[in-house]
């Protein structure tokens, strides 16, 4: 070595670190808040607030924390203080293409937000806190007054019985809808305006949504870069669920291998060379702890948000390590927990028939969840011929982890698992209507949920099957009765009886087991079964028995019995009821409700 060159060198080391401390430096010096906007500028409880925030600086982009971030402390009325993420976004509008597609087209200017609802009038004291790569943090401080207004509660596990969900107000919520997961291609997001208005004109109140890499997912392409309109495009939807009262339970993603402009790809620049590592590496899990920051940031107001999904069949990706991937299940759930300040449900998914104990025992998931197809290669292709028996199946197992189940995903699917089978296999909805009251009867906690929204369920307008449940579930005291699910016994091999027991309720629904799907698509004679008669305990006491029609959902009959016997019963029974149901060609549900306690109780 010459030493003649080391001055040389050592000036050069001198100069680039002069050179990276000159530049943070600047960027330090650059960071401001210029200026807030209320939006509306006099807001109400129950009333969305957006804060437009003029905040300027440099850095690589705006999507990472770790290069910029914006934070809001706001004190509330009562003391309590909520931690905000601000995002980054601009403002789109729908652009109608010759070939009648609608799609988002950013408009701008692009700016800061924090979006909230305030819970309660009075005064909210507001520091903002913004902060860029070099670690220099600038704060303003401001306060508004809310009016007077409705709250709107959020979602949450049920306090007095954890297999159901209540809001926080105390009331139930039954989870009545279906996934509505995207848009098709021809559409565009403006569908949604007729499937969420046909849902919610038939009772449905809820919904689920997924971030994919076709419609709604904001996280692709070249790492560091979202995609503000397919952000816009879930702005558009949750708006649309707000008025419609439906809440949707936001799945963050769903691919099973590293396309090619995957932002998490190695060779598009991001850290994985398989999607193993997508769990595994630092690198991945630091983009997907900001993935989720921005998600809360920016739909985290929303009471409307029922819950956050992490991944949908997340065992299905290629070479799946289920203790990697559970523990970055576990890592996911609590940074979720740690940065959202309304405390969202959480929960994941798995693949067909797919259980993992482990997984549902977590504490970081707050229930459970099941998918079920008929498949015909698979062994499902026996028992799904009878959907009330595919999705009852799982149920006495699911529901021992003493978490809310749902049967998440159901229905009919060809062998490349597309669900256009359903439109030739069952147009009427057979499957769709005994899938749904079969869960409810088995003790989920809403209906089975269909897969299929625009080629089947809008296709044949199906939605007309969460009507009569809307109607039967609306005054079931669901989160006090402490529903036990039991299977009745029943005068006839061919039918069967799922109820669900409570304190003061018992809910029983009847059907003939040869009203299938694949008996009515194979043209089979479905004969009434006649003269049913169903038997199952019950304390003696007074009771009204209402008979619903599961297709109107309306009340065709009413009886009451006396201390013991009624209307409705055959022989003398002191410790349950013997019902005469008469002929029965599909399946009719009851409410038993009881109307004094027996004699000499207290």
């Known amino acids: 070595m010459d030493y003649c060159s080391i001055p040389i060198l050592l000036t050069s080391a001198m100069l680039i670190a002069l050179s990276f401390a000159l530049s943070y430096s600047s960027e330090s010096?650059?960071?401001?808040?210029?200026?807030?906007?209320?939006?509306?500028?006099?807001?109400?409880?129950?009333?969305?607030?957006t804060l437009h925030i003029d905040m300027q600086g440099t850095w690589q982009?705006?999507?990472?924390?770790?290069?910029?971030?914006?934070?809001?402390?706001?004190v509330l009325p009562d003391g309590a203080i909520w931690y905000i993420p601000g995002?980054?976004?601009?403002?789109?509008?729908?652009?109608?293409?010759?070939d009648g597609r609608s799609t988002p087209r950013v408009i701008g200017p692009a700016e800061w937000q924090v979006r909230l609802i305030p819970e309660s009038p009075g005064n909210h004291q507001v520091t903002l806190r913004a902060r860029n790569r070099a670690g220099r943090t600038v704060e303003k401080k401001l306060e508004f007054a809310a009016g007077p207004g409705t709250?709107?509660?959020?979602?949450?596990?049920?306090?007095?019985?954890?297999?159901?969900?209540?809001?926080?107000?105390?009331r139930p919520y039954f989870a009545n809808g279906e996934n509505i997961c995207w848009y098709s291609a021809s559409g565009g997001v403006p569908q949604y305006q007729r499937w969420f208005g046909r849902l919610a004109e038939n009772g449905g109140n809820f919904a689920r949504v997924h971030l994919c890499r076709w419609a709604f997912g904001y996280e692709w392409g070249k790492p560091g870069e979202y995609r503000l309109d397919h952000a816009w495009e879930v702005d558009y939807v949750l708006r649309l669920a707000e008025e419609k009262g439906i809440y949707i339970k936001l799945c963050g993603e769903w691919f099973r291998e590293l396309e090619d402009d995957n932002p998490y790809r190695k060779d598009n620049g991001g850290p994985c060379d398989t999607i193993r590592d997508v769990f595994r590496s630092e690198e991945a899990k630091r983009m997907w702890r900001n993935r989720l920051r921005y998600a809360v940031a920016r739909w985290g107001y929303s009471p409307n948000i029922m819950a956050w999904e992490l991944w949908d069949e997340i065992d299905c990706i290629n070479e799946y390590e289920r203790e990697t991937v559970q523990a970055w299940e576990r890592e996911m759930s609590r940074y979720l927990r740690s940065?959202?300040?309304?405390?969202?449900l959480v929960v994941s998914s798995l693949g067909s028939f797919a259980i993992e104990p482990d997984l549902w025992a977590m504490p970081e998931m707050d229930f459970v969840q099941f998918h079920g197809y008929h498949h015909p290669s698979w062994y499902s292709n026996e028992f799904g011929r009878d959907m009330a028996a595919l999705v009852t199946r799982p149920l006495s197992l699911l529901r021992r982890f003493g978490?809310?189940?749902?049967?998440?995903?159901?229905?009919?699917?060809?062998?490349?698992?597309?669900?256009?089978?359903?439109a030739k296999s069952d147009p009427e909805g057979v499957n769709f209507h005994n899938g749904m009251w079969a869960a409810i009867m088995a003790g989920c906690a809403g209906p089975a949920h269909m897969w299929g929204w625009e080629v089947y369920v809008d296709a044949f307008d199906l939605w007309r099957h969460h009507l009569p449940i809307a109607r039967f579930a609306a005054d079931v005291p669901w989160t006090t009765e402490q529903f036990v699910p039991f299977e009745a016994w029943t005068s006839s091999e061919g039918v069967r009886a799922l109820g669900l027991r409570g304190a003061t309720q018992t809910l029983l629904w009847v059907q003939n087991k040869a009203h299938t799907w694949w008996n009515v698509n194979q043209k089979r004679p479905i004969s009434p079964q006649e003269n049913v008669q169903v038997y199952f305990a019950m304390p003696p006491g007074d009771y009204l028995i209402e008979r619903w029609h599961t297709y109107t959902g309306e009340i065709t009959d009413t009886y009451r019995t006396g201390e013991v016997m009624g209307a409705?019963?055959?022989?003398?029974?002191r410790d349950g009821l013997i019902m005469k149901i008469g002929n029965l060609e599909k399946d009719v549900v009851f409410k038993i409700i009881r109307q004094s306690p027996p004699a000499g109780s207290t």
Not at 29 to 49: A, T
Not at 339 to 344: E, K, L
Not at 403 to 422: A, T, Y
């Open 61 to 74: 982009t705006v999507f990472w924390q770790e290069e910029a971030s914006l934070d809001a402390d706001i």
């Open 29 to 49: 010096d650059d960071l401001r808040i210029n200026g807030v906007r209320l939006s509306p500028e006099k807001p109400c409880v129950g009333q969305l607030l």
């Open 403 to 422: 978490k809310p189940v749902f049967i998440s995903e159901f229905g009919l699917v060809d062998e490349q698992w597309w669900e256009g089978q359903m």
């Open 339 to 344: 940065i959202d300040p309304h405390d969202h």
């Open 87 to 98: 995002f980054y976004t601009a403002d789109c509008e729908l652009v109608t293409s010759d």
């Open 568 to 573: 409705l019963h055959a022989n003398a029974c």
């Open 151 to 170: 709250r709107r509660p959020f979602i949450r596990v049920s306090r007095t019985d954890p297999h159901y969900f209540e809001f926080d107000d105390g």
